[in-house]
């Protein structure tokens, strides 16, 4: 490469003749005439010497015109190879785009308050969510698409009704609301490719639109599925937690930190764009939508009812009747004719009995208060007269003497149809 770079200065610089320059650097004349003429610096090349695989390619493309997506593994059992499958899959990845097909992505550009993405993260590190158990909680992960501004909270379960309390919380610290939200077909917002009607309800509140990607699709919403790694490689390590609220309370702090960075495929920091990502979105609404679990059962006499996968007790007082039972990420709240019957902190762990000290008394003293009137009620009775059995053989007539004293029978007599006459 020297060379070639004084040969031309040389010559094209200084007017040295080609012989004196052959003469100069200790080369060939045609060598100085080559370089004159090239139009480019001399690269070399090495020649190809061919690969392992090259007799093998004519069946590998056979095999992969039938099934295009053939594992490596199979592929090498099929042909019968016998060397490390390093050159195999580098062949494989070469020729196997001729079968498959390539599918084109093209590069999406956001408009401010259009678009937030939406998604669950299930972090690998067990929180505790009561004494002695823990458990994998849900992380409700919503990112901004015009300023990839970041919001995420643990949530109980992956219901509706806390899936959609969850989303209220980030909207609501936000301020403000998106056109769309995009969903995958996660069941509860929808598993049938059409939003459920909790879903739909939270949409037509907010006054925003909920859209679902394509199945098996995670590039349409991968501006959120690369929040979750993002989350997983530098929030999650080394990290440990006490409750759902403490993981909560560091999730926070880290994303004023992660909302704080440059992203260089928007060339700013999320946190100076989201005024610019705010002024496009729609205001919230002035009433809340209605979000957590609900529901309606009657209280039977065990006094408890079912929220999620825990019980919580009920004043026993209601037993019998229709109660209403609301819950949150941190309460709950059971009403019978308007009235509070039951007010609970939430279990988040599995198979959870919560009891209120005050409805096991209740129930106690209710018992005590049966058991002692059906007392008084059983003593009130009047005594009733019980008849001997030989009263009632008297009664109608009927002897029957066990002992064996009673008369012979008194034989009687019958009459044949032929006149005869029979005595029994």
Not at 62 to 68: C, G, K, R, Y
Not at 78 to 107: F, M
Request: proline share 9%; aromatic share 8%.
């Amino acid at each position: 490469m020297e060379d070639w770079a004084e040969i031309r200065r040389l010559h094209r610089a200084e007017g040295v003749p080609i012989k004196e320059i052959a003469r100069r650097l200790g080369v060939a004349c045609n060598t100085v005439r080559k370089a004159l003429a090239s139009d480019g610096p001399p690269k070399y090349v090495r020649a190809a010497k061919g690969s392992v695989v090259d007799p093998f390619e004519p069946r590998i493309r056979v095999l992969l015109t039938e099934w295009p997506r053939m594992p490596a593994l199979v592929v090498a059992e099929r042909i019968g190879w016998t060397y490390s499958l390093s050159p195999l899959k580098r062949r494989l990845a070469l020729i196997r785009p001729e079968y498959v097909g390539i599918d084109p992505v093209d590069r999406v550009v956001y408009s401010p308050g259009q678009v937030t993405q939406c998604d669950l993260w299930f972090p690998e590190t067990p929180v505790p969510v009561a004494p002695g158990h823990e458990r994998v909680a849900p992380v409700l992960v919503m990112t901004l698409g015009f300023s990839r501004f970041l919001t995420a909270t643990m949530i109980p379960s992956r219901q509706a009704g806390d899936i959609l309390a969850g989303m209220w919380l980030l909207i609501s610290g936000v301020g403000r609301v998106t056109k769309t939200l995009v969903w995958d077909r996660e069941s509860a917002i929808g598993g049938g490719g059409r939003p459920t009607v909790p879903a739909a309800a939270f949409a037509g509140t907010v006054a925003t639109r909920i859209r679902l990607a394509p199945p098996r699709d995670p590039e349409f919403k991968g501006l959120v599925e690369w929040t979750n790694g993002y989350l997983e490689t530098s929030f999650l390590p080394g990290r440990r937690f006490a409750s759902p609220a403490d993981f909560n309370d560091q999730l926070g702090d880290w994303l004023v930190r992660a909302n704080s960075r440059t992203v260089r495929s928007i060339g700013g920091r999320p946190v100076d764009l989201l005024a610019t990502d705010r002024a496009a979105m729609l205001p919230l609404p002035p009433v809340a939508p209605r979000t957590g679990l609900t529901s309606r059962v009657r209280l039977g006499r065990d006094y408890y009812i079912r929220l999620d996968t825990a019980d919580y007790s009920v004043d026993p007082r209601v037993i019998g009747k229709f109660v209403d039972a609301t819950a949150t990420s941190d309460t709950v709240t059971v009403l019978c004719d308007g009235q509070t019957v039951a007010a609970h902190q939430r279990s988040w762990a599995a198979h959870a009995v919560v009891t209120d000290p005050a409805h096991t008394a209740t129930a106690k003293a209710m018992r005590q208060a049966l058991a002692a009137d059906r007392a008084c009620r059983h003593a009130r009775r009047h005594p009733v007269t019980l008849r001997a059995l030989p009263d009632y053989d008297a009664l109608f007539g009927v002897d029957f003497d066990p002992t064996g004293t009673s008369p012979p029978l008194r034989p009687v007599t019958t009459h044949q149809e032929d006149g005869d006459q029979t005595e029994r």
